[in-house]
């Protein structure tokens, strides 16, 4: 049955008013397209639109029915009904049917093309207890006007498919503004908030924060609450409660802010409208790009949902469910379904500018340079070099390994670094019949540890070593390298260490299967995947695949017979033949080593030179780039397909769907509440030992987080951090021990996980590629102890060098504690804290600072209710009553009054409707009185409850 447009139209307009969906940009068009186009049931829908909330009548069900039935949505006897109109549907009878107007098959589609909507709008709504019901509406199909998915078939990547087709891409809208010299420009708010924040775009000639030294004009944007009792009449104007400030330099491009809005509402107010401030302090007018969101994520359920994808690619990866390349593509496109689905989803040109190209150009080129270098025969004529200086025995030749990998990680990129060594690792692993998986995780481990000494040893340390705060503060090239050297020394020692006792046993480095059994296997994996490359576009093609599949069907053969006449005996390192192995490996293509050699060379001492500045501007990308171009130049082979399949396409896949993952777990708030998480905690712990406990911190977190997240994104925000920690006068925090935590800790977090750096993914790929695969658990048996081992020592001597003497301290252990039971309740938010306050501070008595002990830490018990301190002062309104949540540096575990204090702002945050939305309250530096309510008036006492009947009292002097 063909289904009538204008019906569909009004079912759609019913579905969106009796199903109480908000009304949006889509929905309102088809409703305004039903109103103009639909005679049947006109009436019933305008009175409805008019009066959303008014209760439908039995009319208005009636008709619903019938249009459900004729639409197919309902059969005629009314069994398959939503259980919300069951009842009502199973009371109408023919008498009610008979009232109904006469609906008739309408397949009028003129006008459909007029209508100004999109010619593909989807709508969903989920009921409880029914299925979800998506209604398309094409003009070339009416006869598909309707589908209905069963939301429990529904699969994870249904849900993801639908969010990303049913959600148009985020394009913000920007408004030109111009802000004048001397004054305030504000900028109303027409639309109503939909949740507590609003998110602020900013764009025009305004710097990074990095750059926030170049310039001293400033811009201030702040968000007021206008109650209005008519529209166009204003009758009072405030701040919202605990409104954030956003200060920006003025001469990137843009900045993104989410403001908190206050959730207390005006009694006498009619009608209220968010109006947005500007000011500079510029003499003359600045133009700024300016948008809005008034629906963005909401941090806290992007949080859980971005470790809710996390640990499904954890957990994809972990157990090898499937390959870890397409386990993060699974993993990145769920990301952006989340965004879609929160009204956040990025344009493609958005998710392309999160591709960190400079390192996929770099894996790309350098995996070209090697490739063409290991044709030379060069790898396996130094593996038999070195088989010959170390005399073929182990211990000498990890040594040799692992002290040339971490040399070579302090002047190159660990990436280069693993792509030169892995290779030559595999070969002379080979020569000595060993198994080489342990080896490549023992030089990835020193990799991940050389990188730490220099800032262009490792990623991270290239962004804190360029930040600006961090020149000024005098670390230079020689300064970070001497601080970090001794460290980095320390760990080296202590991972050698561990690594020589733990795994001293020769059964570590022998393979599980005899030799020949395990030669074969990869063996006809290589004959498997090169099959599997071949594709089947002609005639000669099918003849070559078919020869290559015999070729593998009779290695298959030979395995059978090896497996069932090996007797487990492998030959002995001391019985290798080395006239044998000489004639064996040996130059191959002594012209192609020498140009190869000359490129390689250049573009290596190229990479040197970029930790002078002057000399950096060209990107290790770049450089390596011109490299493979010019080797191909030189490259006499005409054939390039050959090599192009040699590169670990799977490896710069994976990199390119981690990045996008990556960004969109920030975009949702994981890597910001990882941070403002540590900086709470630093703030809260008393003043004597915050130094320590900032560089415990930062160390730590950053290292851990390094271990399961991409450690770039991760330095950069607590790079901010450590700044903001220096900046804070009251906090007397130096700022280069904050550095060489945070430098430690993303570096040598990369041991902890196959996934905590890139030069771990780009070895495993190799290894891949020659058949010796290592899993996500291999690597971690051995990389995590590393880690914690690594990270132990160098807080050890980070703690040793720079906070020395509050070692000595006698409540050091005190702010240990205190640290670790922060760490361990930092999640709890306990309401009603008040009725547990201590006893000994509650009272009429005035009480000095003097007075207050250390040992009054404890006494919050697990009652736990942070506050964010304004950094502007506002007057008690006459009669205000409220509950004083906090004064100076406030502590989950402790309230600690600092000794410093000046003056301090106190948010009072008011139980009740009383004129205004927030009070603050201030005090001074020598005393303050705990005690009962203060002030009020009948009015408010009334509708105050006992529970917040005990407050705190601030009298200032």
Excluded at 343 to 360: A, G
Aim: a negative charge.
């Amino acid at each position: 049955m063909k289904v009538p447009m204008n019906i569909l139209v009004i079912a759609f307009c019913c579905i969106s008013h009796i199903w109480c969906i908000q009304p949006e940009t889509n929905n309102q068009t088809l409703i305004d397209y039903c109103m103009k186009e639909a005679e049947i049931g006109e009436d019933i829908v305008e009175s409805y639109q008019e009066d959303p909330d008014k209760e439908p009548t039995e009319d208005y069900y009636c008709y619903l029915h019938c249009l459900f039935t004729e639409i197919g949505l309902l059969s005629e006897d009314g069994d398959v009904v939503v259980d919300v109109f069951k009842t009502i549907f199973d009371e109408v009878d023919e008498e009610c049917l008979k009232k109904l107007p006469k609906i008739t098959e309408c397949n009028d589609m003129e006008n459909f093309d007029e209508c100004d909507m999109e010619k593909t709008i989807f709508h969903s709504s989920e009921i409880p207890g029914t299925s979800q019901i998506k209604i398309t509406i094409q003009p070339q199909t009416p006869q598909k006007l309707l589908q209905i998915i069963d939301s429990e078939e529904e699969s994870v990547f249904g849900s993801k498919s639908f969010a990303l087709m049913a959600n148009n891409e985020t394009v913000q809208d920007m408004h030109q503004i111009s802000i004048p010299s001397g004054s305030v420009k504000s900028y109303m708010v027409l639309n109503k908030p939909k949740t507590d924040k609003i998110r602020v775009v900013l764009e025009g000639a305004l710097l990074p924060p990095y750059y926030g030294n170049l310039s001293k004009d400033m811009m201030i944007v702040w968000i007021q609450l206008m109650v209005m009792k008519d529209v166009p009449k204003p009758i009072n104007t405030s701040a919202i409660r605990d409104s954030d400030i956003l200060w920006l330099q003025v001469p990137e491009v843009r900045h993104k802010k989410i403001f908190h809005l206050s959730s207390h509402q005006i009694e006498n107010a009619s009608y209220q409208l968010i109006r947005l401030e500007f000011k500079t302090n510029l003499e003359s007018n600045f133009p700024v790009s300016m948008g809005y969101n008034l629906q963005p994520i909401n941090p806290d359920d992007g949080v859980i949902y971005a470790a809710l994808v996390l640990l499904g690619l954890y957990v994809l990866i972990v157990f090898d469910i499937i390959h870890r390349t397409l386990a993060a593509m699974l993993a990145s496109t769920m990301s952006l379904a989340i965004l879609a689905a929160l009204n956040e989803r990025p344009t493609v040109e958005e998710i392309i500018s999160w591709i960190d190209m400079e390192t996929l150009i770099l894996l790309f080129s350098m995996m070209i340079l090697v490739t063409i270098f290991s044709e030379t025969g060069v790898f396996d004529y130094t593996a038999l070099w070195a088989l010959k200086k170390t005399g073929g025995s182990l211990w000498p030749l990890i040594n040799m390994l692992c002290v040339l990998t971490a040399l070579l990680s302090c002047f190159l990129d660990n990436v280069t670094t693993v792509l030169l060594i892995t290779p030559t690792t595999i070969k002379l692993c080979e020569v000595m019949q060993l198994n080489p998986k342990q080896i490549l995780m023992f030089t990835l481990i020193f990799a991940n540890i050389g990188g730490a000494v220099t800032p262009i040893g490792d990623p991270p340390n290239v962004i804190i070593a360029s930040n600006a705060e961090v020149i000024r503060s005098g670390i230079t090239f020689g300064i970070f390298t001497l601080h970090m050297s001794v460290g980095v020394l320390l760990a080296f020692l202590v991972v050698y260490l561990q690594i020589r006792i733990t795994y001293r046993d020769m059964k570590y480095y022998q393979f599980d299967e005899p030799l020949p059994v395990q030669d074969l296997k990869r063996e006809i994996e290589i004959w498997t995947r090169t099959a599997n490359s071949v594709g089947s576009y002609s005639k000669d093609e099918d003849a070559v695949k078919e020869s290559l599949w015999k070729k593998t069907e009779k290695l298959k053969d030979d395995l059978k017979q090896v497996v069932n006449t090996s007797n487990n005996n492998t030959q002995r390192l001391n019985e290798v033949n080395l006239k044998e192995l000489e004639e064996k490996y040996s130059i191959k293509n002594k012209p192609l080593l020498i140009k190869s050699g000359i490129t390689l060379s250049l573009v290596i001492c190229v990479f040197f030179l970029h930790s002078v500045p002057a000399l950096s501007r060209l990107g290790l990308g770049w450089t390596a780039l011109l490299g493979a171009l010019l080797l191909f130049l030189l490259y006499d082979n005409q054939d390039l397909e050959g090599i192009f399949a040699r590169v670990e396409w799977s490896t710069l896949l994976f990199f390119a769907s981690l990045f996008i993952l990556m960004e969109a777990l920030s975009r949702l708030g994981l890597i910001d509440w990882i941070g403002l998480q540590t900086q709470y905690v630093i703030t809260s712990v008393c003043p004597e030992s915050r130094l320590a406990a900032a560089i415990v911190l930062i160390l730590w977190v950053s290292a851990i987080a390094s271990a399961f997240v991409d450690n770039l994104p991760l330095t950069t925000m607590m790079l901010r951090i450590a700044v903001n920690l220096a900046g804070n006068q009251e906090l007397h925090l130096p700022l280069q021990p904050l550095i060489w935590a945070l430098s430690f800790g993303a570096c040598l977090g990369g041991n902890g996980t196959l996934f905590g750096s890139s030069s771990n993914i780009v070895c495993a790929g190799l290894a891949e590629q020659h058949g010796y695969r290592f899993t996500f658990i291999q690597f971690m048996k051995v990389g995590l102890p590393a880690m914690i081992s690594s990270t132990i020592v160098v807080t050890m001597y980070l703690i040793f060098c720079h906070d020395y003497e509050g070692i000595k301290m006698p409540n050091y252990h005190l702010a240990v504690l205190e640290t670790v039971l922060i760490l361990v309740i930092i999640n709890l938010n306990v309401m009603n804290c008040v009725k547990l306050i201590d006893e000994r501070i509650i009272g009429g008595r005035e009480i000095s600072i003097e007075d207050v002990p250390y040992q009054l830490s404890l006494s919050f018990s697990n009652c736990i209710q942070p506050v964010k301190l304004a950094d502007q002062d506002e007057l008690i309104p006459t009669g205000a009553e409220g509950i004083v949540s906090g004064w100076g540096t406030i502590s989950p575990v402790a309230t600690i009054l600092p000794r410093n204090l000046r003056a301090a702002t106190i948010p009072v945050m008011s139980k009740m409707m009383c004129r205004m939305d927030y009070m603050m309250i201030h005090i001074t530096e020598r005393q303050f009185c705990a005690g009962y309510d203060f002030g009020g008036r009948d009015t408010c006492n009334q509708k105050i409850s006992e529970n917040y009947r005990l407050a705190w009292k601030i009298f200032t002097q």
